[in-house]
């Protein structure tokens, strides 16, 4: 017996039972005594915030209702370990962060190990203690969400974690300088330690996370003088409230890499900035002034680029 309770996306929950019973259902299955049953669903019921719905069905539940219904029916278990496949994929979108924050209290609280399956990498990021990134069932990276943030080994990785999506474009690396459609880029801290095995000359992907940038007004002096600052038109800006998203194009084709295009058909060309026509969008504070349709001048840190090569996807800094 592996002793591993399981949540799926589906609730599974039996409409004829109450949520009581639902709970209950497999103690009564392994033959645990009514005292324990009744001690082990008041304690999870309790847990979940479910004590007044106990008596109610599955069909007077809201979904975040139900699927801590479903959890409370594998917390009763007391399994060594749980396995949670998309738990959270059928509820809306205010609803998933809702449940996401229960889910991290509940297992915090509990101190189960989870394995929690998701396509959702702002599910796994805030979740996962590690992180493990597949790709067609082929392990790509696994570590802290810090480490696959900061330091991704690849393409995919680096284009599937982090929203907006990391930008790619084409670079040539000589030195401590990193030629790039913008303009000669002079590396510092971080990105000139990931570029220090390149032969000079050499052709890499670069990869620019939109929070790497900046508009340019609002950088202080010091700052900006260890940074890279640049003019280009704006294409379209859209404000969220606390920040805005700026795209505009670079001067040269697209990145030709047939890893960029598969990363394309996996996660869709809008998710992958600078895979196909050469768009970047770069995140800014609210406070910026630029306009669509407006050349406005932007900052880049310069510490934070990667490089990839354009023949395996490999991360520079990987080896």
């Known amino acids: 017996d592996r002793d591993i309770a399981m949540v799926f996306q589906n609730y599974a929950l039996y409409p004829h039972m109450t949520v009581r019973e639902n709970m209950a259902f497999p103690l009564k299955l392994a033959g645990a005594s009514k005292e324990e049953i009744d001690d082990k669903v008041s304690e999870a019921a309790r847990i979940l915030d479910l004590g007044q719905h106990l008596d109610r069905k599955p069909a007077n539940l809201s979904g ?3 699927q801590r219904v479903a959890m409370g029916r594998a917390i009763v278990r007391d399994p060594k370990a749980f396995l949670m496949d998309e738990p959270l994929s059928n509820l809306d979108a205010k609803l998933r962060v809702q449940m996401r924050t229960e889910v991290a209290r509940i297992q915090s609280r509990l101190g189960t190990t989870t394995v929690y399956v998701t396509h959702d990498q702002t599910e796994a990021m805030t979740l996962g203690d590690r992180v493990a990134v597949m790709r067609a069932g082929v392990l790509q990276q696994v570590g802290a969400p810090a480490e696959l943030y900061g330091n991704p080994v690849n393409l995919f990785v680096a284009g599937f974690i982090g929203s907006p999506a990391m930008n790619f474009m084409p670079g040539r690396l000589d030195g401590e300088t990193v030629h790039l459609p913008m303009g000669d880029v002079r590396l510092a801290g971080d990105a000139r330690e990931r570029a220090a095995g390149a032969q000079s000359g050499q ?18 002096g010091d700052v900006r003088d260890r940074g890279f600052s640049f003019r280009t038109k704006i294409d379209l800006v859209e404000s969220l409230g606390a920040e805005k998203y700026a ?16 990363l394309a058909e996996d996660a869709g060309t809008a998710e992958v900035p ?8 770069a995140r800014l504070e609210s406070a910026s002034r630029v306009e669509r349709g407006e ?10 680029l990667h490089f990839f090569d354009p023949e395996n996807g490999r991360s520079l800094a990987a080896g």
């Open 203 to 220: 052709h890499v992907i670069a990869g620019i996370r939109p929070e790497s940038f900046e508009d340019a007004s609002l950088v202080s």
């Open 274 to 281: 600078g895979a196909q026509e050469g768009q970047v969008v």
């Open 295 to 304: 050349e406005a001048e932007l900052w880049l840190d310069t510490s934070k």
């Open 247 to 262: 795209y505009f194009q670079v001067e040269e084709s697209a990145v030709e890499s047939e890893e960029l295009r598969e």
């Open 64 to 66: 975040g209702q139900r």
